[in-house]
Protein backbone atom coordinates (compact mmCIF):
# COMPACT_ATOMS: atom_id res chain seq x y z
CA UNK A 1 0.00 0.00 0.00
CA UNK A 2 1.46 3.18 -0.73
CA UNK A 3 2.24 5.91 2.03
CA UNK A 4 0.14 9.13 2.03
CA UNK A 5 1.05 12.08 2.87
CA UNK A 6 -1.97 15.35 3.65
CA UNK A 7 -1.89 18.16 0.88
CA UNK A 8 -3.28 21.29 0.80
CA UNK A 9 -4.97 23.45 -1.55
CA UNK A 10 -3.05 23.73 -4.89
CA UNK A 11 -2.76 28.04 -4.73
CA UNK A 12 -1.05 28.29 -1.63
CA UNK A 13 1.91 26.47 -3.47
CA UNK A 14 2.04 30.15 -5.78
CA UNK A 15 1.87 32.11 -2.67
CA UNK A 16 4.78 31.15 -0.35
CA UNK A 17 8.20 30.10 -0.66
CA UNK A 18 9.39 26.70 0.73
CA UNK A 19 11.18 28.66 3.36
CA UNK A 20 7.88 30.29 4.45
CA UNK A 21 5.99 27.17 5.10
CA UNK A 22 3.50 27.22 8.00
CA UNK A 23 4.26 25.31 10.89
CA UNK A 24 2.59 24.35 13.64
CA UNK A 25 3.15 26.44 16.53
CA UNK A 26 4.50 24.60 19.59
CA UNK A 27 2.48 22.96 22.77
CA UNK A 28 3.35 25.58 25.39
CA UNK A 29 2.18 23.34 28.16
CA UNK A 30 3.11 25.93 30.51
CA UNK A 31 0.31 28.77 29.09
CA UNK A 32 -1.89 25.73 28.32
CA UNK A 33 -2.14 24.86 32.06
CA UNK A 34 -1.79 28.01 33.39
CA UNK A 35 -4.93 29.28 31.80
CA UNK A 36 -7.08 25.84 31.95
CA UNK A 37 -6.60 24.83 35.70
CA UNK A 38 -7.20 28.90 36.47
CA UNK A 39 -10.67 28.69 34.70
CA UNK A 40 -11.23 25.01 35.94
CA UNK A 41 -9.74 25.62 39.55
CA UNK A 42 -11.73 28.86 40.00
CA UNK A 43 -14.85 27.25 38.61
CA UNK A 44 -14.74 24.15 41.06
CA UNK A 45 -13.65 26.83 43.67
CA UNK A 46 -16.41 29.36 43.28
CA UNK A 47 -19.21 26.09 42.99
CA UNK A 48 -18.41 24.74 46.42
CA UNK A 49 -17.73 28.12 48.18
CA UNK A 50 -21.69 28.63 46.85
CA UNK A 51 -22.57 25.22 47.13
CA UNK A 52 -21.09 25.24 51.20
CA UNK A 53 -22.17 28.93 51.69
CA UNK A 54 -25.73 28.44 50.70
CA UNK A 55 -25.52 25.05 52.99
CA UNK A 56 -24.29 27.08 56.05
CA UNK A 57 -26.93 30.38 55.84
CA UNK A 58 -29.55 27.00 55.27
CA UNK A 59 -28.33 25.13 58.17
CA UNK A 60 -27.88 27.76 60.64
CA UNK A 61 -31.55 29.41 59.62
CA UNK A 62 -33.19 26.09 60.09
CA UNK A 63 -31.23 25.44 63.75
CA UNK A 64 -32.25 29.13 64.54
CA UNK A 65 -36.11 27.51 63.93
CA UNK A 66 -35.43 24.53 65.75
CA UNK A 67 -34.39 26.34 68.62
CA UNK A 68 -37.39 28.62 68.49
CA UNK A 69 -39.40 25.58 68.13
CA UNK A 70 -37.75 23.80 71.22
CA UNK A 71 -38.20 27.27 73.32
CA UNK A 72 -41.60 27.71 72.37
CA UNK A 73 -42.80 23.66 73.13
CA UNK A 74 -40.98 23.66 76.47
CA UNK A 75 -43.37 26.68 77.41
CA UNK A 76 -46.85 25.13 76.06
CA UNK A 77 -45.59 21.32 77.68
CA UNK A 78 -44.04 23.06 81.06
CA UNK A 79 -47.79 25.10 81.58
CA UNK A 80 -50.00 22.58 80.36
CA UNK A 81 -51.58 24.74 77.87
CA UNK A 82 -50.98 22.79 74.36
CA UNK A 83 -55.10 22.74 73.65
CA UNK A 84 -56.12 26.19 75.39
CA UNK A 85 -53.57 28.58 73.42
CA UNK A 86 -55.30 27.13 69.22
CA UNK A 87 -58.75 26.84 71.01
CA UNK A 88 -60.59 30.33 71.42
CA UNK A 89 -63.11 28.77 72.89
CA UNK A 90 -62.05 27.19 76.20
CA UNK A 91 -62.65 29.16 79.13
CA UNK A 92 -58.90 29.44 80.01
CA UNK A 93 -58.12 30.47 76.42
CA UNK A 94 -56.94 33.96 76.99
CA UNK A 95 -54.96 33.54 80.44
CA UNK A 96 -53.32 30.48 78.39
CA UNK A 97 -52.62 32.74 75.26
CA UNK A 98 -51.30 36.25 77.41
CA UNK A 99 -48.61 33.75 78.86
CA UNK A 100 -47.18 32.45 75.75
CA UNK A 101 -47.55 35.08 73.62
CA UNK A 102 -45.48 37.61 76.81
CA UNK A 103 -43.02 34.87 76.08
CA UNK A 104 -43.06 34.80 72.08
CA UNK A 105 -42.99 37.81 71.31
CA UNK A 106 -39.99 38.52 73.90
CA UNK A 107 -37.60 36.37 71.56
CA UNK A 108 -34.96 38.34 70.28
CA UNK A 109 -35.59 40.16 66.43
CA UNK A 110 -39.75 39.07 66.34
CA UNK A 111 -42.03 41.59 65.36
CA UNK A 112 -44.92 39.62 64.33
CA UNK A 113 -46.24 36.57 65.29
CA UNK A 114 -49.75 34.61 64.33
CA UNK A 115 -51.13 31.27 65.46
CA UNK A 116 -52.96 29.15 63.28
CA UNK A 117 -55.82 27.00 64.88
CA UNK A 118 -56.29 23.60 63.12
CA UNK A 119 -58.61 24.86 60.94
CA UNK A 120 -55.87 27.21 59.42
CA UNK A 121 -57.52 30.24 60.89
CA UNK A 122 -55.81 32.75 62.70
CA UNK A 123 -56.62 32.91 66.23
CA UNK A 124 -54.66 35.17 67.48
CA UNK A 125 -51.64 37.70 65.82
CA UNK A 126 -49.39 40.55 67.11
CA UNK A 127 -51.20 42.54 64.13
CA UNK A 128 -54.91 42.77 64.81
CA UNK A 129 -56.28 43.00 61.51
CA UNK A 130 -54.71 39.61 60.71
CA UNK A 131 -56.84 37.98 63.62
CA UNK A 132 -59.69 35.51 62.15
CA UNK A 133 -58.54 35.48 58.72
CA UNK A 134 -57.31 32.10 57.09
CA UNK A 135 -55.57 31.81 53.87
CA UNK A 136 -56.67 29.09 51.78
CA UNK A 137 -53.31 29.34 49.61
CA UNK A 138 -50.43 29.03 51.56
CA UNK A 139 -47.82 25.79 51.04
CA UNK A 140 -45.73 26.67 53.86
CA UNK A 141 -48.30 26.49 56.05
CA UNK A 142 -49.34 22.90 54.87
CA UNK A 143 -46.09 21.52 55.84
CA UNK A 144 -46.38 22.94 59.22
CA UNK A 145 -49.78 20.84 59.44
CA UNK A 146 -48.01 17.88 58.21
CA UNK A 147 -45.56 18.01 61.37
CA UNK A 148 -42.79 19.74 59.91
CA UNK A 149 -40.95 22.71 60.27
CA UNK A 150 -40.20 25.37 57.81
CA UNK A 151 -38.39 28.38 57.49
CA UNK A 152 -36.83 30.81 54.86
CA UNK A 153 -35.92 34.28 53.85
CA UNK A 154 -37.75 36.53 52.57
CA UNK A 155 -37.26 40.43 51.57
CA UNK A 156 -39.39 42.86 51.44
CA UNK A 157 -39.42 43.46 47.26
CA UNK A 158 -41.25 40.08 47.65
CA UNK A 159 -43.75 40.56 50.40
CA UNK A 160 -46.48 41.12 47.72
CA UNK A 161 -46.64 37.51 46.86
CA UNK A 162 -48.30 35.98 49.63
CA UNK A 163 -51.38 37.58 51.31
CA UNK A 164 -50.13 36.56 54.78
CA UNK A 165 -47.53 39.21 54.42
CA UNK A 166 -50.26 42.14 53.79
CA UNK A 167 -49.49 45.59 55.73
CA UNK A 168 -45.90 43.86 57.02
CA UNK A 169 -43.44 46.51 57.86
CA UNK A 170 -39.79 45.95 58.78
CA UNK A 171 -37.50 48.46 60.57
CA UNK A 172 -33.59 48.49 59.10
CA UNK A 173 -32.51 45.22 57.21
CA UNK A 174 -34.82 44.65 54.19
CA UNK A 175 -34.65 40.91 54.91
CA UNK A 176 -36.73 38.47 57.29
CA UNK A 177 -36.72 35.09 58.54
CA UNK A 178 -40.74 33.91 58.23
CA UNK A 179 -40.96 30.19 60.19
CA UNK A 180 -43.91 28.19 60.82
CA UNK A 181 -43.38 26.15 63.73
CA UNK A 182 -45.56 23.14 64.50
CA UNK A 183 -46.65 22.86 67.98
CA UNK A 184 -47.77 19.53 69.48
CA UNK A 185 -49.60 18.29 73.38
CA UNK A 186 -48.14 16.12 75.91
CA UNK A 187 -49.28 13.34 73.86
CA UNK A 188 -47.50 14.30 70.80
CA UNK A 189 -50.62 15.19 69.17
CA UNK A 190 -50.63 18.60 66.38
CA UNK A 191 -52.54 21.05 68.47
CA UNK A 192 -51.82 24.31 66.03
CA UNK A 193 -48.88 26.26 63.96
CA UNK A 194 -47.26 29.08 65.25
CA UNK A 195 -45.92 31.68 62.51
CA UNK A 196 -42.67 33.98 63.27
CA UNK A 197 -41.47 36.70 61.35
CA UNK A 198 -38.27 37.87 62.97
CA UNK A 199 -35.20 40.42 61.82
CA UNK A 200 -32.30 38.41 61.39
CA UNK A 201 -29.74 41.19 62.05
CA UNK A 202 -27.42 39.32 63.99
CA UNK A 203 -28.31 35.65 62.55
CA UNK A 204 -26.88 37.25 58.93
CA UNK A 205 -24.09 38.66 60.75
CA UNK A 206 -23.31 35.39 61.74
CA UNK A 207 -24.43 33.80 58.55
CA UNK A 208 -22.03 36.40 56.65
CA UNK A 209 -19.48 35.85 59.08
CA UNK A 210 -19.20 32.14 58.03
CA UNK A 211 -19.60 32.65 54.84
CA UNK A 212 -16.60 34.57 54.63
CA UNK A 213 -14.60 32.18 56.03
CA UNK A 214 -15.85 29.82 53.84
CA UNK A 215 -14.81 32.45 50.84
CA UNK A 216 -11.42 32.54 52.44
CA UNK A 217 -10.61 29.15 53.26
CA UNK A 218 -11.79 28.45 48.93
CA UNK A 219 -9.94 31.34 47.57
CA UNK A 220 -6.53 30.28 49.54
CA UNK A 221 -7.22 26.41 49.18
CA UNK A 222 -7.43 27.04 45.39
CA UNK A 223 -4.84 29.26 45.04
CA UNK A 224 -2.57 26.52 46.95
CA UNK A 225 -3.34 23.72 44.55
CA UNK A 226 -3.20 26.07 41.64
CA UNK A 227 0.62 27.07 43.11
CA UNK A 228 1.34 23.43 43.68
CA UNK A 229 -0.23 22.02 40.62
CA UNK A 230 1.39 25.11 38.26
CA UNK A 231 5.02 24.34 40.04
CA UNK A 232 5.03 20.62 39.46
CA UNK A 233 3.96 21.77 35.77
CA UNK A 234 6.97 24.14 35.17
CA UNK A 235 8.97 21.44 36.81
CA UNK A 236 7.97 18.95 34.77
CA UNK A 237 8.24 21.11 31.87
CA UNK A 238 11.58 22.06 32.11
CA UNK A 239 12.58 18.37 32.53
CA UNK A 240 10.81 17.57 29.04
CA UNK A 241 12.50 20.55 27.44
CA UNK A 242 16.04 19.38 28.43
CA UNK A 243 14.88 15.92 27.53
CA UNK A 244 13.94 17.69 24.64
CA UNK A 245 17.26 19.66 24.39
CA UNK A 246 18.91 16.36 24.65
CA UNK A 247 16.79 14.59 22.26
CA UNK A 248 17.52 16.98 19.29
CA UNK A 249 21.09 17.08 19.94
CA UNK A 250 21.84 13.33 19.92
CA UNK A 251 19.15 13.01 16.83
CA UNK A 252 20.81 15.71 15.19
CA UNK A 253 24.38 14.24 15.59
CA UNK A 254 23.18 10.66 14.30
CA UNK A 255 21.90 12.54 11.12
CA UNK A 256 25.26 14.00 10.61
CA UNK A 257 26.43 10.51 10.99
CA UNK A 258 24.17 8.98 8.72
CA UNK A 259 25.04 11.78 6.59
CA UNK A 260 29.05 11.61 6.86
CA UNK A 261 28.32 7.96 6.70
CA UNK A 262 26.18 8.07 3.05
CA UNK A 263 28.92 10.80 1.63
CA UNK A 264 31.90 9.13 2.43
CA UNK A 265 30.56 5.85 1.13
CA UNK A 266 29.52 7.89 -2.16
CA UNK A 267 32.69 9.76 -2.78
CA UNK A 268 35.06 7.14 -1.67
CA UNK A 269 34.56 4.55 -5.26
CA UNK A 270 34.75 8.38 -7.36
CA UNK A 271 37.72 8.93 -5.35
CA UNK A 272 39.16 5.28 -5.73
CA UNK A 273 38.59 5.92 -9.39
CA UNK A 274 40.35 9.21 -9.58
CA UNK A 275 43.58 8.46 -7.96
CA UNK A 276 43.87 4.98 -9.70
CA UNK A 277 43.39 7.18 -13.10
CA UNK A 278 45.58 9.89 -11.73
CA UNK A 279 48.13 6.98 -11.83
CA UNK A 280 47.69 5.34 -15.42
CA UNK A 281 48.41 9.04 -16.64
CA UNK A 282 51.49 9.33 -15.04
CA UNK A 283 53.09 6.33 -15.76
CA UNK A 284 50.75 5.16 -19.32
CA UNK A 285 50.99 5.84 -22.85
CA UNK A 286 48.88 8.37 -24.30
CA UNK A 287 45.85 5.95 -25.57
CA UNK A 288 45.61 5.13 -21.96
CA UNK A 289 46.09 8.46 -20.60
CA UNK A 290 43.02 9.63 -22.78
CA UNK A 291 40.61 7.09 -21.47
CA UNK A 292 42.28 7.78 -17.58
CA UNK A 293 41.19 11.18 -18.31
CA UNK A 294 37.46 10.10 -19.29
CA UNK A 295 37.30 8.32 -16.47
CA UNK A 296 38.29 11.12 -14.37
CA UNK A 297 35.79 13.51 -16.11
CA UNK A 298 32.94 10.82 -15.19
CA UNK A 299 34.16 10.57 -11.43
CA UNK A 300 34.25 13.89 -10.94
CA UNK A 301 30.67 14.49 -12.60
CA UNK A 302 29.18 11.58 -10.44
CA UNK A 303 30.71 13.09 -7.17
CA UNK A 304 29.41 16.80 -8.66
CA UNK A 305 25.84 14.40 -8.79
CA UNK A 306 25.91 13.80 -5.07
CA UNK A 307 26.83 17.23 -3.71
CA UNK A 308 23.89 18.76 -6.12
CA UNK A 309 21.57 15.71 -4.90
CA UNK A 310 22.58 16.86 -1.02
CA UNK A 311 22.49 20.85 -1.81
CA UNK A 312 18.97 20.58 -3.54
CA UNK A 313 17.55 18.47 -0.40
CA UNK A 314 18.71 20.61 1.79
CA UNK A 315 18.21 23.90 0.49
CA UNK A 316 15.44 26.03 0.52
CA UNK A 317 14.58 27.96 -2.94
CA UNK A 318 12.21 30.10 -3.65
CA UNK A 319 9.11 28.25 -5.67
CA UNK A 320 8.25 29.15 -8.92
CA UNK A 321 5.40 27.83 -10.34
CA UNK A 322 3.57 28.21 -13.51
CA UNK A 323 1.54 25.40 -15.52
CA UNK A 324 3.11 22.10 -16.41
CA UNK A 325 1.41 18.87 -17.57
CA UNK A 326 3.35 16.03 -15.56
CA UNK A 327 2.74 13.16 -18.77
CA UNK A 328 4.94 15.98 -20.29
CA UNK A 329 7.85 16.00 -17.62
CA UNK A 330 7.34 12.39 -17.88
CA UNK A 331 8.17 11.91 -21.21
CA UNK A 332 11.46 13.98 -21.39
CA UNK A 333 12.60 11.94 -18.51
CA UNK A 334 12.12 9.11 -20.11
CA UNK A 335 13.53 10.63 -23.67
CA UNK A 336 17.09 11.72 -21.58
CA UNK A 337 17.45 7.99 -20.13
CA UNK A 338 16.68 6.72 -23.77
CA UNK A 339 20.12 5.25 -23.89
CA UNK A 340 19.61 3.30 -20.51
CA UNK A 341 16.72 2.22 -21.36
CA UNK A 342 17.86 0.88 -25.04
CA UNK A 343 20.57 -1.01 -23.39
CA UNK A 344 18.92 -2.94 -20.97
CA UNK A 345 15.95 -3.81 -23.26
CA UNK A 346 13.34 -2.00 -21.22
CA UNK A 347 9.77 -1.56 -22.75
CA UNK A 348 8.16 2.04 -22.14
CA UNK A 349 4.53 2.56 -22.29
CA UNK A 350 2.60 5.20 -21.67
CA UNK A 351 -1.31 4.85 -20.83
CA UNK A 352 -3.05 8.55 -20.29
CA UNK A 353 -6.80 9.29 -20.13
CA UNK A 354 -6.86 12.84 -21.40
CA UNK A 355 -5.23 16.16 -21.37
CA UNK A 356 -8.39 17.97 -20.67
CA UNK A 357 -7.78 19.69 -17.48
CA UNK A 358 -4.47 17.68 -16.64
CA UNK A 359 -2.17 21.33 -15.66
CA UNK A 360 -0.68 21.45 -12.22
CA UNK A 361 0.82 24.38 -10.59
CA UNK A 362 4.36 23.33 -10.08
CA UNK A 363 8.36 23.81 -11.13
CA UNK A 364 8.95 21.87 -14.40
CA UNK A 365 12.80 21.83 -13.52
CA UNK A 366 12.31 20.61 -9.97
CA UNK A 367 9.29 17.72 -11.01
CA UNK A 368 11.48 16.81 -13.38
CA UNK A 369 14.41 16.41 -11.12
CA UNK A 370 11.61 14.06 -8.78
CA UNK A 371 10.07 12.41 -11.97
CA UNK A 372 14.09 11.73 -13.24
CA UNK A 373 14.94 9.97 -9.47
CA UNK A 374 11.88 7.93 -9.70
CA UNK A 375 12.65 6.61 -13.11
CA UNK A 376 16.36 6.02 -12.70
CA UNK A 377 15.49 3.88 -9.42
CA UNK A 378 12.41 2.24 -11.65
CA UNK A 379 15.34 1.61 -14.66
CA UNK A 380 17.69 -0.26 -11.86
CA UNK A 381 15.62 -2.74 -10.61
CA UNK A 382 15.43 -3.82 -14.01
CA UNK A 383 19.05 -4.75 -14.80
CA UNK A 384 17.75 -7.94 -17.26
CA UNK A 385 14.95 -5.99 -18.86
CA UNK A 386 11.38 -5.54 -18.26
CA UNK A 387 8.31 -3.43 -18.90
CA UNK A 388 8.17 0.32 -17.63
CA UNK A 389 4.60 1.88 -17.51
CA UNK A 390 4.14 5.61 -17.15
CA UNK A 391 0.35 6.25 -16.40
CA UNK A 392 -1.63 9.37 -15.79
CA UNK A 393 -5.46 10.18 -15.09
CA UNK A 394 -7.68 12.58 -13.42
CA UNK A 395 -7.93 16.21 -14.22
CA UNK A 396 -11.07 17.77 -15.48
CA UNK A 397 -13.73 17.60 -13.02
CA UNK A 398 -11.94 15.05 -10.39
CA UNK A 399 -9.74 17.90 -9.34
CA UNK A 400 -6.91 15.76 -8.94
CA UNK A 401 -3.98 14.75 -11.44
CA UNK A 402 -2.18 11.19 -10.95
CA UNK A 403 0.95 10.36 -12.01
CA UNK A 404 1.75 6.28 -12.11
CA UNK A 405 5.23 5.17 -12.70
CA UNK A 406 5.27 1.71 -12.18
CA UNK A 407 7.96 -1.18 -13.36
CA UNK A 408 7.93 -5.60 -12.83
CA UNK A 409 11.47 -5.09 -11.67
CA UNK A 410 12.75 -6.66 -8.23
CA UNK A 411 10.35 -5.02 -6.38
CA UNK A 412 11.32 -4.71 -1.97
CA UNK A 413 10.83 -6.14 1.28
CA UNK A 414 8.05 -4.26 3.26
CA UNK A 415 11.22 -3.36 5.93
CA UNK A 416 12.87 -2.07 2.90
CA UNK A 417 9.49 -0.23 1.52
CA UNK A 418 9.51 1.56 4.77
CA UNK A 419 12.73 3.08 4.86
CA UNK A 420 13.46 3.48 0.97
CA UNK A 421 11.90 7.40 1.46
CA UNK A 422 14.35 8.25 4.38
CA UNK A 423 17.38 10.57 3.63
CA UNK A 424 21.11 8.60 3.34
CA UNK A 425 18.89 5.48 3.08
CA UNK A 426 20.25 3.62 0.25
CA UNK A 427 20.95 -0.80 -0.69
CA UNK A 428 22.93 0.75 -3.80
CA UNK A 429 26.67 0.02 -3.80
CA UNK A 430 27.21 3.56 -5.13
CA UNK A 431 24.34 6.53 -4.52
CA UNK A 432 23.49 8.98 -2.05
CA UNK A 433 20.18 7.81 -0.66
CA UNK A 434 18.55 11.11 -1.89
CA UNK A 435 16.61 10.24 -4.82
CA UNK A 436 13.21 9.33 -3.29
CA UNK A 437 13.71 11.25 -0.23
CA UNK A 438 14.08 14.71 -2.53
CA UNK A 439 11.41 13.54 -4.80
CA UNK A 440 9.12 13.15 -1.98
CA UNK A 441 10.15 17.05 -0.76
CA UNK A 442 9.61 17.87 -4.31
CA UNK A 443 6.02 16.87 -4.46
CA UNK A 444 4.92 18.03 -1.13
CA UNK A 445 6.62 21.53 -1.78
CA UNK A 446 3.85 21.93 -4.37
CA UNK A 447 1.07 20.61 -2.21
CA UNK A 448 1.38 16.81 -3.66
CA UNK A 449 1.84 13.52 -2.30
CA UNK A 450 3.96 10.44 -2.99
CA UNK A 451 3.01 7.15 -2.27
CA UNK A 452 5.27 4.10 -2.61
CA UNK A 453 3.60 0.56 -3.26
CA UNK A 454 5.80 -2.46 -3.83
CA UNK A 455 5.65 -6.33 -4.28
CA UNK A 456 9.13 -8.47 -3.92
CA UNK A 457 9.56 -10.17 -7.13
CA UNK A 458 6.92 -8.32 -8.64
CA UNK A 459 7.71 -4.73 -8.93
CA UNK A 460 7.23 -1.15 -7.65
CA UNK A 461 4.44 1.75 -8.45
CA UNK A 462 5.11 5.27 -7.65
CA UNK A 463 2.41 7.72 -7.57
CA UNK A 464 2.36 11.19 -7.71
CA UNK A 465 -1.19 13.40 -6.59
CA UNK A 466 -1.77 16.70 -7.57
CA UNK A 467 -4.54 19.13 -7.40
CA UNK A 468 -5.40 19.98 -11.01
CA UNK A 469 -4.87 23.91 -11.69
CA UNK A 470 -8.20 25.36 -12.22
Not at 300 to 322: C, F, G, P
Not at 422 to 445: C, H, M, N, S, Y
Request: glycine letters at 8%; proline letters at 3%; aromatic letters at 6%.
Amino acid sequence: MSTQVSSSTPGAAQARTAGDAPHPEPFNIRLWFAVISFVVIGALGGAFGFLMSEFVARRLLYREAELTQEFLQSIILAEHTARDIFRPETPDWRDSLESFTDHMVGLPGVFRANLYSLDRRIVWSTDEQMTGRRFDVNSELEVAFRGELFTEVNSISEITVKAEHEALRLAGSRRFIEAYIPMRDSAGELVGVVELYKSPAALEATIRSAQEMIWASVAVGALVLYAALYWVVRRGARVIERQQQQLMTMETMAALGQMAGAIAHSLRNPLAGLRSSAELVSVGDVETAKEASRNIIAEADRMDRHIRDLLSYTRNEKLVVQPVDPLDVARTCITDARAVIDRRRITVTFDEQSEAGRRIAADSVLLRQAIASIVSNALEAMADGGRLQVRVRGGGASGRVVLEIADDGRGMQPEILSRVSTPFFTTKAQGLGLGLALARRIVERYDGTLGIASTLGQGTTVTLDFAALR
